[in-house]
């Protein structure tokens, strides 16, 4: 299933061949710079240039000897390229190379989690916009509340996910930091020149300080907008699996030809994509705690960060742009039953809307306290399903005394509820918030 919504370019930004062609490249780069500086002579980055090939399978053999993977690494570059590649590594610690790399990697998968986000807010924003005017019951506690209309959720969700993108742009911009400072990061064998010109080549930035190791409050940042981001998806799932309940059917997930909702009940159709998104939140948020876990190592460093971060990394972002796509899939074909959410917002016979009552009784003068203990007992005795609110309230005393027939009709009209709605739309999508939707009903 995953295969299906995964870009195989994200995936592949996590095999062995792109990690070592990585590590290849800022070997290049430092030799490049030390080339500039006449440290090393032309002819053996040429050399090197030739003859290097990344090949995974020699790498892995030499590991099991070496038992050190960049030893590994640069043994197997060393057997190609002949003496030439005594000038590999020159000065540099093997953190230089793995830190610098996976800062890299790292941009690329934000890039492409980027374009994720992007197109999730592209179609949440078409069915905002074509449901702003779709009326259904808000709820809080699982209640009824008041009036409001499936576009006001939906651009609430559209919003969350732009604080999203800024998060994670910003996250981008503090993984972006390569270091070339040694086994210390004093740049005792080495010019700070050199990781200059090689973060530059790579598109990062160099850490103005490090340790033996690019600082790992960074890698946690990244790691913990990705659970925020994989949590509001849980979010907007929840929501979805509630809609879909049986006795509520306001929304429902796509139902395709051929599919099976129960091996034992040939009625069900299940919520299963918003199910599974909610799963796999839970794997990326347990994700971010291992990465804060890896912010206090020992002294200048230690490795306890490293087999942790081989998961972690690649798991996270490989997952968030699978549950981007295929939340962005399910909003694109999500059903909606506007005649349903009508039906669910009459089905407390009017209660409501007892706080415009209320607040209309105010007005015309009835002290705060009394109007509200009115309109309750009113709602409770509705609560019972005897008779509607409605009804009931048009023959008490104490609201005819305050309230015409025809201002009890204003405070019982739901779309008093959605005047402002246009305003928030044109707060949230500018201009074309002010467009009125068309429903999209049952497909």
């Known amino acids: 299933m995953i295969d299906r919504y995964s870009r195989p370019a994200l995936k592949a930004l996590w095999e062995p061949q792109k990690k070592y062609e990585t590590w290849l490249r800022v070997e290049l780069l430092a030799c490049e710079a030390l080339v500039k500086k006449k440290v090393i002579p032309a002819s053996a980055l040429r050399r090197i240039r030739a003859k290097a090939r990344v090949n995974p399978a020699r790498i892995e053999a030499l590991e099991r000897v070496v038992k050190h ?60 916009i074509e449901h702003r005017d779709t009326l259904m019951i808000g709820r809080s506690h699982g209640i009824h509340g008041e009036p409001i209309t499936f576009g006001l959720k939906l651009a609430i969700w559209y919003d969350e996910i732009k604080r999203h993108r800024q998060r994670f742009r910003e996250a981008r911009e503090g993984i972006a930091y390569g270091k070339l400072s040694g086994a210390m990061g004093s740049f005792a064998h080495l010019s700070p020149e050199v990781e200059a010109y090689v973060c530059k080549n790579l598109g990062l930035k160099p850490a103005p300080a490090s340790s033996q190791i690019i600082q790992r409050d960074r890698h946690a940042a990244y790691l913990t907008v990705l659970a925020l981001l994989a949590g509001s998806i849980e979010k907007f799932a929840t929501e ?69 971060e081989r998961v972690i990394i690649p798991d996270s ?17 999500l059903v909606v039953y506007p005649e ?34 009115a309109v309750q007992r009113l709602a409770m ?45 044109k707060r949230v999508f500018g201009a074309d918030g002010a467009r009125t939707g068309r429903h999209r009903s049952r497909r």
């Open 340 to 373: 349903r959410m009508r039906r669910n917002l009459d089905l407390t016979g009017g209660v409501i809307y007892s706080q415009r009552i209320m607040l209309e009784l105010v007005r015309r003068g009835a002290p705060r306290v009394m109007a509200y203990e």
């Open 381 to 425: 005795e509705a609560w019972k399903g005897t008779a509607s609110f409605r009804d009931i309230v048009e023959k008490d005393a104490f609201i005819t005394r305050h309230l015409s027939p025809s201002a009890i009709d204003v405070c019982l009209d739901p779309k008093a509820y959605t005047r402002e709605i246009g305003t928030i739309f």
């Open 69 to 128: 993977d960049v030893i590994a690494f640069i043994e197997s570059i060393s057997e190609q390229a002949g003496p030439a590649a005594r000038y590999l590594h020159m000065g540099l610690t093997s953190s230089d190379i793995v830190d610098t790399s996976l800062a890299v990697l790292m941009v690329e998968a934000a890039d492409a989690i980027l374009l994720g986000i992007n197109s999730l807010l592209a179609v949440v924003r078409t069915r905002a």
């Open 317 to 333: 972002t490989i997952l968030v742009d699978y549950m981007l796509a295929r939340f962005t899939d399910l909003i694109s074909q």
């Open 240 to 308: 979805i699996r509630h809609l879909q309940r049986t006795e509520v059917l306001e929304a429902e997930e796509p139902f395709t030809p051929g599919q099976k909702g129960s091996s034992a009940m040939p009625h069900k159709r299940n919520p299963i994509i918003s199910e599974n998104l909610c799963g796999l939140a839970r794997i990326v948020r347990s994700n971010s705690l291992a990465a804060m876990e890896n912010i206090a190592l020992w002294h200048e460093r230690d490795i306890s960060h490293s087999s942790v």
